[in-house]
């Protein structure tokens, strides 16, 4: 019986090496997919590693600690004559209600220094609280009420942990008569964390518990409107001027070339030019969101041409050459057939141009945006701050209390710029067409 195993051919010694020429090189793809994997798993760590570390200082900003007190509205302090005036209640002495409360939850506390450290647990917001209880309901007067006031910033920082017991002192900005009071009120159940509606609803402040972002919110909003209603339409006019009605010469090419080089210019240069043109020649306000977005539109356009030449280039020959075919003249061939088509690209470019518009600094440190401004804006020409300068001040201060709010704020700016895109990316895929 003969065996019918068969036998292995002999490799040749060509194709040996060729077989492990292949070995070799599925091995090195295999470790370049590995190196592409571990790259992008590593830039994932690090993007949660910063945004957790964000949310982490930021979160507890958007609650602030109040204290619970007892109110006597007395008559003699907000209206001693009984007239009811607005004007005499709102100059009133309201600070003094809320200080002879204190006195009153711990009479025990005598002498100037320890009286002024009690007051020092209450923020200088509770008189405005107390006004504008007053003025909204002029019935309180002569009555007692129990109140939720805002406290001090070294109190909520002291009831979120952020400041340690355990220091020294003498290196903590809180005293320990003071932590005895904060205890001694907690313990009543006096005081507790609140929704923070300052922060969301006010400009900035010197005081931390009262400091918010809603100023540079406007301010920011009006910066991006005024950006957006320049740069977008010029951008997209000369886009499709170079692309498609430009004759091809020396000058178009240095148009081109200039246009590009724009681009890569630091953006603080472009601060000098708005301030030497905007501010000095033109005489345009200081600090202003008109000029901050006459800037930043300055800065954009580069980059919202090139998109657009890009997205015109994409548009397939054919459409051009059938739309010609059927008479239609330059014109009509490039509004109702080619910047249809080329729309959503150019929207991506102006996504772009705005997102970096959004958070740039320096060319508006450069005309005045960095001053400390109070009030909300009301219109473009209003001095206002934007979200990227608010960081930047707050993140200059020393207190512990803007650390948090720098956080928040940070917090707010990346939830401003997620919402534009998505609305800029749900524009763009209702106007896209597919060929």
Request: glycine content about 6%; some cysteine.
């Amino acid at each position: 019986m003969s065996d019918s195993t068969p036998v292995p051919r002999r490799l040749m010694p060509d194709e040996q090496a060729i077989r492990t020429r292949l070995r070799k090189r599925y091995r090195a793809e295999r470790r370049f997919r590995l190196w592409c994997a571990s790259a992008v798993v590593i830039a994932l760590a690090f993007l949660v590693l910063l945004f957790s570390d964000i949310v982490r200082k930021g979160w507890s900003a958007f609650f602030q600690t109040n204290a619970r007190l007892s109110i006597f509205f007395d008559p003699q302090v907000i209206d001693p004559e009984g007239i009811r005036d607005p004007d005499v209640l709102s100059r009133a002495d309201y600070a003094a209600l809320w200080r002879e409360s204190l006195r009153q939850r711990f009479p025990n506390v005598e002498g100037r220094s320890a009286r002024r450290d009690l007051s020092r647990l209450m923020s200088p917001g509770a008189t405005y609280e107390l006004r504008e209880r007053v003025l909204a309901d002029p019935g309180l007067i002569g009555s007692t009420r129990e109140v939720w006031l805002l406290a001090s910033d070294e109190v909520d920082m002291l009831i979120k942990g952020y400041i340690s017991r355990e220091s020294p002192e003498a290196e903590r900005p809180i005293s320990d008569q003071q932590i005895a009071w904060i205890d001694a009120l907690d313990a009543d159940g006096a005081l507790d964390r609140k929704w923070n509606v300052l922060l969301l609803s006010s400009g900035d402040s010197r005081d931390a518990e009262l400091a918010g972002i809603w100023g540079a919110v406007v301010g920011s909003f009006y910066t991006l409107l005024i950006t957006l209603a320049i740069a977008f339409p010029l951008g997209v006019a000369t886009a499709i001027y170079l692309e498609e009605f430009a004759p091809k010469n020396r000058w178009a090419d240095l148009i081109e070339v200039n246009i590009n080089n724009l681009a890569a210019v630091p953006s603080i240069v472009f601060g000098l030019l708005g301030l030497a043109v905007f501010l000095n020649f033109f005489g345009l306000p200081r600090s202003a969101p008109l000029v901050g977005g006459l800037v930043l539109s300055l800065m954009t356009l580069p980059v919202i041409i090139i998109a657009g030449r890009s997205a015109l280039k994409a548009v397939p020959p054919s459409i051009r050459e059938a739309a010609y075919g059927l008479g239609a003249t330059p014109m009509q061939v490039t509004a109702h057939h080619v910047l249809p088509l080329a729309l959503p690209g150019m929207l991506t470019g102006t996504i772009i141009g705005m997102a970096r518009a959004l958070g740039e600094t320096a060319p508006l440190l450069m005309i005045g945006m960095v001053a400390f401004i109070v009030d909300v804006p009301k219109g473009p020409l209003d001095p206002a701050t934007v979200l990227p300068v608010q960081v930047y001040l707050w993140a200059d201060t020393p207190e512990r209390a803007f650390v948090e709010k720098t956080s928040a704020a940070i917090m707010v700016l990346l939830a401003f710029l997620i919402v534009m895109n998505a609305a800029a990316v749900i524009l763009r895929n209702r106007a896209e067409k597919r060929w």
